[in-house]
């Protein structure tokens, strides 16, 4: 069982700036890629951007230099960090990571997300 834990939301006035963290633990033989998805309760859910193993970056056309997604692979973590936010980035922002647990098996799985508030 492979789990995802998140943490570094909260509450920060608009222009501010905000670090997440996205951890994977249990049985994991390799990780291919993590990602980020934000979602908004009655909004469907938003990609934000995604890494690979090999270090290839995807950051939403809309939030392209502003977020920015970094990993630590020794540590298994996924980093995403928001600069300048606005009140429109207001959201429950989720990570989620696909790779093996074992040679033949492999996994997709969701962290439990983490919310960010952008108010003044």
């Known amino acids: 069982q492979v789990r995802l834990v998140q943490s570094g939301g909260g509450l920060v006035q608009p222009g501010g700036s905000l670090r997440l963290s996205c951890a994977a633990s249990?049985?994991?033989?390799?990780?291919?890629?993590m990602g980020w998805y934000r979602q908004t309760p009655g909004k469907q859910r938003e990609f934000v951007a995604f890494i690979a193993s090999r270090g290839n970056t995807k950051i939403a056309d809309s939030l392209r230099g502003r977020f920015t997604i970094s990993s630590d692979n020794a540590k298994n973590t996924t980093y995403l960090q928001l600069d300048n936010l606005k009140s429109e980035d207001t959201a429950t922002y989720f990570c989620?990571?696909?790779?093996?647990?074992?040679?033949?098996?492999?996994?997709?799985?969701w962290g439990q997300g983490t919310q960010v508030n952008v108010s003044s």
């Open positions: 249990g049985t994991i033989f390799s990780i291919e890629g």
């Open positions: 989620n990571a696909d790779g093996k647990v074992s040679p033949d098996e492999r996994f997709h799985t």
